[in-house]
């Protein structure tokens, strides 16, 4: 499975990384090929602002770069989150045609994302 350096800070504020089952992880850090497909879905978030109902919160540093990551590497195919705020923003991107990935909410059963196999 794959994390991010900003997940990783994002759970280090009320965790420790030593929580985290390291080495079952790789460690994606943020890059120019990142910061540059994150300014693209930026640009896309703040222009149709006022259609999401979102409340006061911080787009780029978070939801548009853990996005971004996620697209621009060619291995992830799937993006797991629980928050609804960012599946909003997900939403609206996937409208616009622009993550290759797919998120599954990590409330969603399994089955109901890949289905079942008949026996």
Do not use: W
């Not at 590497?73 to 909003?88: G, H, P, R």
């Amino acid at each position: 499975m794959l994390i991010s350096t900003i997940s990783i800070a994002e759970y280090c504020v009320k965790g420790t990384i030593e929580e985290l089952p390291m080495r079952h992880l790789q460690i994606v850090p943020f890059n120019i090929q990142h910061a540059k497909k994150a300014g693209e879905f930026a640009k896309v978030i703040f222009e149709n602002k006022g259609i999401l109902s979102l409340p006061d919160r911080k787009i780029i540093p978070n939801d548009t770069k853990l996005f971004a990551q996620a697209d621009a590497e060619s291995a992830i195919v799937y993006y797991l989150t629980s928050d609804v705020e960012s599946i909003k923003i997900f939403k609206l991107l996937k409208e616009k045609d622009m993550p290759k990935f797919q998120l599954i909410n990590l409330y969603d059963k399994h089955n109901s994302v890949f289905g079942l196999l008949d026996f």
